[in-house]
């Protein structure tokens, strides 16, 4: 039997995708920040990277190489751990100059000779209460894992975190993944595959893919005829990020679906705002952290809404106030919202890899009544939950993966500039965790963007509190530390609602 740790393997279509998709001015790089209370045993850390990072899952002592165009996973013969675990130390550094040293690192590629991976660790940072604290910024590029994966994989370093984790629901479980979820996906991808005739020879497809593509997401009654078996064998749709269990009977998920498709296809580019652009190669971020999640519980109760809600709605008026400073507001903006579509299941696969798909939320503007507000953002969601749209686009991005590269980056461009970035929400540890036997004070994450993308959002919740990371282009946004601040704001106006 092959040692995947030794032997080169191939790599998987849809890690290939953002394995090319890098771009000078949007690099394909999940990131994360991670504040400890306080300096943790350095030996042990390697210990714990080495025994929990390294040694169970290949791919991060494995380096991507190119065999006469066939793409592998190479065991790094000049691997060391010393090459992914740097230490970098600023001088009297608060919040704000850590935030800049961070969105300059976002600008920053990995390199290619080695695996796609580095966690950094930054001292010499004063925290809000005065303490010097050492903040650990990883960096894993998307090829490797998507990032609600990744997410399982920087929370399997920590120790053992008992019941802090929040149940998983939906995504696994007590009940796991519907049985017909793996037969519907390869169902929907022949379907895609016919109703894009992908049946062409390699020359044939080279002339005629680009213009079969196009009119095909013209059209998305094309498309919805090729997949409508795999529509029909889904009752469940698949696990959406914010963990709310879908209650999707058939009937409404067929209907949904069929909507939600061809607002998918037929959507036009994201709507003009000051932050339209063509993003620069300088990057900036910003958070809002440690705000207390009852009195948002609360906030959500007297709006019979949901916490998910509660967060989406101070996303909404925070860019609705920012959007007004710069004079762009608009009625609405379109977000890429991650969506598993496989369980979260204790153990992660060694080989990791991408099984996720992007659906798009419509998040209205301007909505000074939070009650509308939240039935707005409620009624939104819905559509995506009882819509089989997460499989569907899975096929989307199964079909984009396997297109030669020129055609896989035309498409992916077109649907990343549907949208004005991606909105992450990522239910983190209920109680305290520790890392290498050292408590952590506070965590975050940003996903890439892709495209033309000028702004991407990630809500994270820890040990009772939420934390909202921005990150931004430089040149489109200038100010992500405003957001930040509109974002508290959002907050406190919320909770003080009646």
């Known amino acids: 039997m092959k040692n995947p740790a030794t032997d080169a393997h191939e790599i998987a279509a849809q890690d290939q995708l953002w394995l090319h998709m890098d771009r000078p001015n949007n690099l394909m790089i999940v990131r994360a920040l991670m504040w400890l209370d306080e300096e943790p045993d350095w030996s042990v850390v390697e210990q714990v990277l080495t025994m929990r990072l390294v040694e169970r899952y290949p791919v991060f002592s494995q380096r991507p190489v190119s065999d006469k165009g066939h793409w592998k996973w190479v065991k790094d013969e000049n691997f060391s751990l010393g090459r ?3 230490h970098t130390s600023l001088t009297d550094a608060d919040g704000e100059a850590l935030r800049k040293y961070v969105g300059a690192q976002f600008a920053v590629p990995l390199p290619r000779d080695r695996p796609l991976w580095k966690i950094e660790v930054i001292h010499g940072v004063t925290d809000m209460d005065g303490k010097e604290r050492p903040v650990l910024l990883s960096s894993f590029h ?11 994989v920087t929370l399997g370093l920590c120790d053992d975190v008992g019941d802090a984790m929040p149940k998983i629901v939906g995504r696994g479980g007590d009940e796991g993944r519907h049985p017909l979820i793996d037969g519907a996906l390869a169902v929907v991808r022949r379907g895609v595959s016919d109703g894009f005739d992908l049946g062409l020879s390699a020359t044939k497809a080279s ?7 196009l009119q095909a997401l013209v059209d998305p009654n094309a498309l919805k005829e090729g997949v409508t078996a795999g529509i029909d064998l889904l009752v469940n749709p698949s696990n ?6 879908s209650l999707t009977k058939e009937d409404n998920a067929t209907v949904n679906t069929g909507s939600e498709l061809t607002r998918l296809l ?25 705000l207390p999640l009852p009195p948002l519980k609360e906030a959500a109760r007297r709006h019979q809404g949901t916490v998910n809600d509660a967060m989406l709605a101070v996303i909404s008026m925070a860019l609705s106030a920012y959007l007004h400073e710069h004079d762009s507001l608009v009625e609405q ?9 496989q369980p979260l299941d204790a153990e992660l696969p060694a080989e990791l890899g991408n099984h996720f798909a992007l659906v798009y939320l419509e998040m209205p ?29 899975s096929g989307l991005q199964w079909l984009v993966a396997e297109s030669p590269k020129q055609i896989a980056v035309a498409l992916t461009n077109f649907f990343a500039n549907k949208g004005t970035g991606v909105l992450t929400n990522v239910p983190g540890p209920r109680a305290p965790i520790s890392f290498a036997g050292v408590e952590v004070s506070r965590m975050l994450g940003w996903a890439p963007a892709s495209g033309d993308q000028p702004l991407c959002l990630c809500i994270y919740s820890y040990n009772g509190t939420m934390s909202i990371g921005v990150s931004a282009d430089a040149q489109l946004v200038p100010d992500p530390e405003r957001i930040a601040e509109l974002i508290k704001s959002a907050y406190d106006d919320l909770v003080a609602t009646t």
């Open 84 to 86: 992914h675990l740097t």
């Open 142 to 152: 998307h090829s490797v894992a998507d990032g609600i994966r990744l997410v399982q």
């Open 207 to 213: 002339l005629s893919l680009p213009v079969r593509t």
């Open 240 to 245: 959406v990020i914010d963990l709310i269990e």
């Open 266 to 290: 037929s959507a036009s580019a994201a709507t003009k705002t000051s932050w339209s652009g063509v993003p620069s190669q300088a990057k900036q971020v910003a958070w809002a952290s440690d």
């Open 333 to 341: 903006i379109q977000w890429l919202v991650p969506v598993s579509i």
């Open 365 to 393: 503007l301007g909505m000074d009544d939070p009650g509308e507000l939240f039935t707005a953002l409620q009624q939104r969601m819905l559509r995506i939950k009882h819509s089989a749209v997460p499989v569907l686009t």
